[in-house]
């Protein structure tokens, strides 16, 4: 089944533990990406990455990291949380190589960070 | 700066009825990608329908239409004979294909009444 994988699905943290959110797809898409959801915002970009070794920055990346090793990897990094960065972050994935480039989303990783 | 506004927080709509939700963009860029998600009370984002700034005709998928006016920079979905089931949080969203960044709007909240 073609899909996004993300974990951990729910996580409740304290301020500056480090923590990593791991996403996975199984469908060969080259472009991947992260986003977090807050109520009133909508959905917000915090990067993106085209390709393997090729990440950039969307709108709201400060506080996050992440990285491209694997192509279909793109684990979302939080150095030293904060609460601010509770959320329910969002992975997703597309096919650039022809279509509408449409997103395919993990089912969502929701973070308390106390 | 490009940008997506979708001016209603929540909207209802009688069960069989037809409903309008509204979407304007700004973008400076003469190619971009233009995408509607919705998102269950279960949390998962699943995208609808897609329309292409060159496309010349309204993109159409079941009871999804998406009525883009391109001099109103305006990208409304409109869903027919509404069901119990379209109850859920709609997002449109950009993509430019320029710097693949995505941008979606604040979301509107969809009520079907029976």
Redesign the interface.
Known sequence: EAQVTQNPRYLITVTGKKLTVTCSQNMNHE?M?W?RQDP??????IY?S?NVEVT?K??VPEGYKVSRKEKRNFPLILESPSPNQTS?Y?C?SSD?RGG??????G??SRLTVL | AQK?T?TQPGMFVQEKEAVTLDCTYDTSDPSY?L?W?KQPSS???I?LI?Q?SYDQQNATEGRYSLNFQKARKSANLVISASQLGDSAMY?C?M?EPR?????????TRLKVLA
């Open positions: 472009y990406s986003y009133g915002l909508g959905l917000r970009q993106y085209m950039d969307g709108d329910l969002f997703a650039d509408t480039g449409e997103l395919f989303f089912e969502g | 997506i979708q990608g995408f998600y949390g998962e984002m995208f897609y292409g997002f969203a993509r710097t693949y960044k995505y941008i979606f709007g604040t979301g």
